[in-house]
Structure formats: structure tokens, C-alpha cells
């Protein structure tokens, strides 16, 4: 079984400001874990993926994300919030099988 | 640009009646997933197909089935339409059945039930 909480439902940010959305994932397997981003009414696209190589993984748009296997976390990070950052994250995690499972996702807001 | 494209982009019916949803994956891609949006939810997986055959199912009701063509192109259905079946619903397409294959979304299709 695996699971996804993300901790925080609604960050908010002013533009230039460091984001950190946080996700702490379970599963039974060595897990493959994505964030992906929705703006309304568009498809979710993919921000970056990890799965087994490096545990500091870079993603577009200046998105990057760490996996930390003895804190269970993949927190997704980026130095500088711009306004076209603010959309609905959602971090995912693929166990042994193929289905994704999504957390309950993060809705980001970029203050000017 | 992830080229799956999905039709209607917006659907009412009423309780009880039958609806076919359909997607168009990338060219390529032998997997087809749907996934269930509920208003303020994360996606919830109902179930994927690869090369034609249903290859998983998440917990939903047999009233949802799908299909998916040799062209690339797939179905969802849903019978006996409930109100909570209200929602956007997405399909995604990858290469493969891997853990670690990419599946790339679709813009969804928006039903509601009345």
C-alpha cells in the first residue's frame, strides 16, 4: 500500500520568496515519486520525477525536490516564487504497481 | 506539449443515465490510465489499460469501464450516473507499465450530474 499526505493545504508567498511545499509519502516499495502542477482549467503537468538515481532532483521552471528515504519526505522547493508559479501541486507516489496515488494537493499563492 | 487530448471538454446528464468519455494518447504510448478529480481532491485512480486488456483497477464500482483501440484512442464509461460522480476526469498515457514511466495528463473532462 502507499500513501501521500501533504502538509500544508494553502501557501502563500510573495514573489521573489523562497516556496517550500512539503510531502511525506508511505509505501511499501522503494517508491517513484513525482510532483505535478495544475493552473485551472489546464491538465496537471509534470514538474519533475525521482526514481532511485540522485535523491537532489531538478525539475522545470526552477523547481527542484530532495527525497529523504530516513525522513520519508520529497519536499519541493524553488529559490524564487514568480506569479505564474501560483497553481494546485500535487505530490504523487507510484509503488510497485502502476497506479499513482496523489495527495490531497497544495494550493500556492504568489502575493505581488 | 504532451499531445493527449480528451473529448467532451464539458458534460451534464441526470441521474441515472450512461455516459462514454473519451481520450486520445500520445502516438506511441501502449498505457492508458483514468484518473477521477472530485472538486478540492487529488486524482484518484480508477483503472489503466494496456495494449487493449484492463491491466489494474482502483476502487470503483463496475458501473465504470473502459476500452482503449489499437489507434491510440480510448473510452471511459460510467452507467447508472450518481450525483457523486460529479467531477473532472482525466486520462493519462505513458510509454509503459513501469513505476517509473511519466504519464503525461490530458486537460480532462469536466462532468456533472444532476
Known amino acids: 500500500a502507499q500513501s501521500v499526505t501533504q502538509l500544508d493545504s494553502h501557501v502563500s508567498v510573495s514573489e521573489g520568496t523562497p516556496v517550500l511545499l512539503r510531502c511525506n509519502y508511505s509505501?511499501?516499495?522503494?517508491?517513484?515519486l513525482f510532483w505535478y502542477v495544475q493552473h485551472p482549467n489546464k491538465g496537471l503537468q509534470l514538474l519533475l520525477k525521482?526514481?532511485?538515481?540522485?535523491?537532489l532532483v531538478k525539475g522545470i521552471n526552477g523547481f527542484e525536490a530532495e527525497f529523504k528515504k530516513s525522513e520519508t519526505s520529497f519536499h519541493l522547493t524553488k529559490p524564487s516564487a514568480h506569479m505564474s508559479d501560483a497553481a494546485e501541486y500535487f505530490c504523487v507516489v507510484a509503488g510497485s504497481n502502476y497506479k499513482l496515488t496523489f495527495g490531497k494537493g497544495t494550493l500556492l499563492t504568489v502575493n505581488p | 506539449e504532451t499531445g493527449v487530448t480528451q473529448s467532451p471538454t464539458h458534460l451534464i446528464k441526470t441521474r441515472g443515465q450512461q455516459v462514454t468519455l473519451r481520450c486520445s494518447s500520445q502516438s506511441g504510448h501502449n498505457t492508458v490510465s483514468w484518473y477521477q478529480q472530485a472538486l478540492g481532491q487529488g486524482p484518484q485512480f480508477i483503472f489503466q489499460y494496456y495494449r487493449e486488456e484492463e491491466n489494474g483497477r482502483g476502487n470503483f464500482p463496475p458501473r465504470f469501464s473502459g476500452l482503449q483501440f489499437p489507434n491510440y484512442s480510448s473510452e471511459l464509461n460510467v452507467n447508472a450516473l450518481e450525483l457523486d460522480d460529479s467531477a473532472l476526469y482525466l486520462c493519462?498515457?505513458?510509454?509503459?507499465?513501469?513505476?517509473?514511466?511519466?504519464?503525461?495528463f490530458g486537460p480532462g473532462t469536466r462532468l456533472t450530474v444532476l
Open positions: 525521482y526514481t532511485s538515481a540522485a535523491t
Open positions: 493519462a498515457s505513458s510509454l509503459d507499465v513501469s513505476s517509473t514511466d511519466t504519464q503525461y
Open positions: 509505501s511499501s516499495y522503494s517508491p517513484s
